[in-house]
């Protein structure tokens, strides 16, 4: 590793499993103190615990990241542990239970929008002003294709992720003057749950690389947007999709395919 997050503190959330486990873990390779955040306290305090027998510097918390009590409890257990936040990583988020649209209610709308958009929001907010403070600071907020194109039977999910790319590029002006870069990464199909390799093959076929992704994939754009190497870039996104959004073709497979859709009488 290159230590390039040496002397730096960084937050990542969703940081359990996936994408965030191993954003967290390669942020401890590369020197940064590491805050591992997740719903899932065990969980979490297992990847902290893999950081620091690797020789890094971690702690787990376990926050509900929809909460503003516990969002500022937990950066201020940051600053009160390590004096600093330099990094925030906004990767947790709910993609399931997926729901037709005529099958869609209100309390599964405020669920995923409490914690992928409203939470994204909270540790934004928590973290913007510990870092205008500071002078300096980086937030990466995770987003998706959907945010651009769209997924069946995830107009919540969808919505979201629109919104938070929206709400990055606003942050990264409002945010700008006090030295505060803010970026979105933009995952493509990743395999954060172990598929199976028939499903592998077939979501596979329809990404130009000819594979899905996998977690580690995005670690290295993590460790560049959160290092002095990305001190000019803000208000942008980093796609990390093996070619998925630049094609023009049709999909090959859908989570729900129409012969799913509800029946209308």
Same mark, same amino acid.
């Given at each position: 590793?290159?230590?390039? %997050?040496?002397?730096?503190?960084? +937050?990542?959330?969703?940081?359990?499993?996936?994408?965030?486990?191993?954003?967290?873990?390669?942020?401890?390779?590369?020197? /940064?103190?590491?805050?591992?955040?997740?719903?899932?306290?065990?969980?979490?305090?297992? =990847? /902290? #615990?893999?950081?620091?027998?690797?020789?890094?510097?971690?702690?787990?918390?376990?926050?509900?990241?929809?909460?503003?009590?516990? =969002?500022?409890?937990?950066?201020?257990?940051?600053?009160?542990?390590?004096?600093?936040?330099?990094?925030?990583?906004?990767?947790?988020? %709910?993609?399931?239970?997926?729901?037709?649209?005529?099958?869609?209610?209100?309390?599964?709308?405020?669920?995923?929008?409490?914690?992928?958009?409203?939470?994204?929001?909270?540790?934004?907010?928590?973290?913007?002003?510990?870092?205008?403070?500071?002078?300096?600071? @980086?937030? *990466?907020?995770?987003?998706?294709?959907? /945010?651009?194109?769209?997924?069946?039977?995830?107009?919540?999910?969808?919505?979201?992720?629109?919104?938070?790319?929206?709400?990055?590029?606003?942050?990264?002006? #409002?945010?700008?003057?006090?030295? +505060?870069?803010?970026?979105?990464?933009?995952?493509?199909? *990743?395999?954060?749950?172990? +598929?199976?390799?028939?499903?592998?093959?077939?979501?596979?076929?329809?990404?130009?690389?000819?594979?899905?992704?996998?977690?580690?994939?995005?670690?290295?754009?993590?460790?560049?947007?959160?290092?002095?190497?990305?001190?000019?870039?803000?208000?942008? @996104?980093?796609?990390?999709?093996?070619?998925?959004?630049?094609?023009?073709?049709? /999909?090959?497979?859908?989570?729900?395919?129409?012969?799913?859709?509800?029946?209308?009488?």
């Amino acid at each position: 590793m290159s230590k390039a %997050l040496e002397g730096k503190v960084a +937050i990542v959330t969703g940081a359990a499993k996936g994408i965030g486990e191993a954003i967290a873990l390669r942020y401890g390779r590369e020197g /940064a103190k590491v805050v591992a955040v997740d719903i899932n306290g065990d969980a979490v305090a297992a =990847v /902290a #615990d893999a950081i620091n027998s690797a020789g890094g510097t971690a702690m787990g918390s376990e926050t509900d990241i929809s909460n503003e009590e516990a =969002v500022n409890a937990l950066f201020d257990k940051t600053m009160a542990e390590y004096g600093q936040v330099d990094v925030l990583v906004n990767n947790a988020g %709910l993609i399931s239970p997926m729901k037709h649209f005529l099958v869609a209610d209100k309390a599964w709308w405020d669920m995923i929008i409490d914690v992928n958009l409203t939470g994204t929001f909270l540790c934004c907010k928590a973290a913007a002003h510990i870092m205008a403070k500071q002078g300096s600071g @980086s937030i *990466i907020n995770m987003s998706s294709g959907g /945010a651009t194109r769209a997924h069946r039977a995830f107009v919540a999910y969808d919505a979201t992720k629109g919104g938070i790319e929206a709400m990055s590029r606003a942050l990264a002006l #409002d945010l700008g003057p006090y030295g +505060i870069r803010v970026n979105y990464m933009v995952p493509g199909a *990743i395999d954060t749950t172990g +598929i199976d390799e028939e499903g592998r093959k077939l979501r596979g076929a329809n990404v130009p690389l000819g594979r899905v992704g996998e977690p580690n994939d995005l670690t290295g754009a993590a460790v560049f947007l959160a290092s002095d190497d990305s001190t000019y870039v803000s208000g942008t @996104s980093v796609v990390i999709d093996g070619g998925m959004l630049a094609q023009q073709r049709s /999909a090959t497979v859908d989570i729900m395919p129409p012969k799913d859709f509800p029946k209308i009488d």
